[in-house]
T-cell receptor, first 116, second 115 residues
């Protein structure tokens, strides 16, 4: 069974600095998708960035980028120029493509605090 | 794109009562998912639909839980004989027909409190 692990329950970053959130996963599939979602306090979960496993190039969305290491099954999120609005829970998620199931599996999350 | 809508936003019920939640996905989305989230945890998969067909249901889900999506549009999640352990946020999400690239779009959730 696929699993997603986020080993950092909480992280802090100074405003305008850079922070990296870690995520590892376990799967036997060769093709899959990985996602980072943001959940601000009492607000709905929104997509931050996605990565297709067959693409070697790391995904980038403005200040957000990933470091995808397929062999190591690692998928970290880097937030550059951190802003107060980045404070939220961040969830890493996995969705398989070849096993016949299309459920999304989430990690336990990392709470990011941004210090002014 | 009006977003995923969930009703009610909050539900307080007494142990043993039945509750039903509704989810209206984004109109062109054919897949609909239900998740449960407890405080400080990630979303836990419950079930998902493609159109009106329920394709997968979590083994963690007891027989007290049932979900439907009768016309492939909105969905309902019913919990019978609620228990205090059912207290959680219930999240609905949908994804587009272009599923190869689609990510989940979440609603605001229904917070259930069982007293």
């Amino acid at each position: 069974a696929q699993t997603v692990t986020q080993s950092q329950p909480e992280m802090s970053v100074q405003e305008a600095e850079t922070v990296t959130l870690s995520c590892t996963y376990d799967t036997s599939e060769s093709d899959y998708y990985l996602f980072w979602y943001k959940q601000p306090p009492s607000r709905q979960m929104i997509l931050v960035i996605r990565q297709e496993a067959y693409k070697q190039q790391n995904a980038t969305e403005n200040r957000f980028s990933v470091n995808f290491q397929k062999a190591a099954k690692s998928f970290s999120l880097k937030i550059s120029d951190s802003q107060l609005g980045d404070a939220a829970m961040y969830f890493c998620a996995y969705r398989g493509q070849t096993s016949g199931t299309y459920k999304y599996i989430f990690g336990t999350g990392t709470r990011l605090k941004v210090l002014a | 794109d009006t977003g995923v809508s969930q009703n009610p936003r909050h539900k307080i019920t007494k142990r043993g009562q039945n509750v039903t939640f509704r989810c209206d996905p984004i109109s062109e989305h054919n897949r609909l998912y239900w998740y449960r989230q407890t405080l400080g945890q990630g979303p836990e998969f419950l079930t998902y639909f493609q159109n009106e067909a329920q394709l997968e249901k979590s083994r963690l889900l007891s027989d007290r839980f049932s979900a439907e999506r009768p016309k492939g549009s909105f969905s309902t999640l019913e919990i019978q004989r609620t228990e205090q352990g059912d207290s959680a946020m219930y999240l609905c999400a949908s994804s587009s027909r272009d599923f190869q690239y689609g990510a989940l779009h979440f609603g605001n959730g229904t917070r259930l409190t069982v007293t």
